[in-house]
């Protein structure tokens, strides 16, 4: 059975960088839905951005508000991968991030609990 697994997390200092993967096995992103999200100590799990392709394999990204202009998802499909570039991390970054796929057709993409497949996450540590 595949799986989704993250990795490049870390510790950094505010105003610092980190490039998250996600690495599918068993599994072949193409054009569905994938997404990361977030879930620091304490608080629900929001999302952070989403990548998609339309029937003409043009990709799209989303961002969450409190993310944009900072964050970039990116998608290999040479290398079955996603990417989470963070950029000018903050310290309220400090979260577990997770990405996941599989999202139940209709559903809206911020919604976490419409996305059947996960990975384990990540740790990200933002120090002030």
């Known amino acids: 059975q595949g799986g989704l697994l993250e990795s490049g997390g870390g510790s950094v200092q505010a105003g610092g960088s980190l490039r998250l993967s996600c690495a599918a096995s068993?599994?072949?992103?193409?054009?569905?839905?994938v997404a990361w999200f977030r879930q620091a100590p304490g608080k629900e799990r929001e999302v952070v951005a989403g990548?998609?392709?339309?029937?003409?394999?043009?990709?799209?990204?989303r961002y969450a508000d409190s993310v944009k202009g900072r964050f970039t998802i990116s998608q290999d499909n040479a290398k079955n991968t996603v990417y989470l570039q963070m950029n000018s991390l903050k310290p309220e970054d400090t979260a577990m991030y997770y990405c996941?796929?599989?999202?139940?057709?209709?559903?809206?993409?911020?919604?976490?609990?419409?996305?059947?497949?996960w990975g384990p996450g990540t740790q990200v540590t933002v120090a002030s």
């Open positions: 990548i998609y392709a339309d029937a003409t394999s043009t990709y799209y990204a």
């Open positions: 996941a796929t599989g999202l139940v057709y209709g559903a809206t993409w911020s919604t976490q609990s419409a996305y059947r497949v």
């Open positions: 068993g599994y072949t992103f193409n054009r569905n839905r």
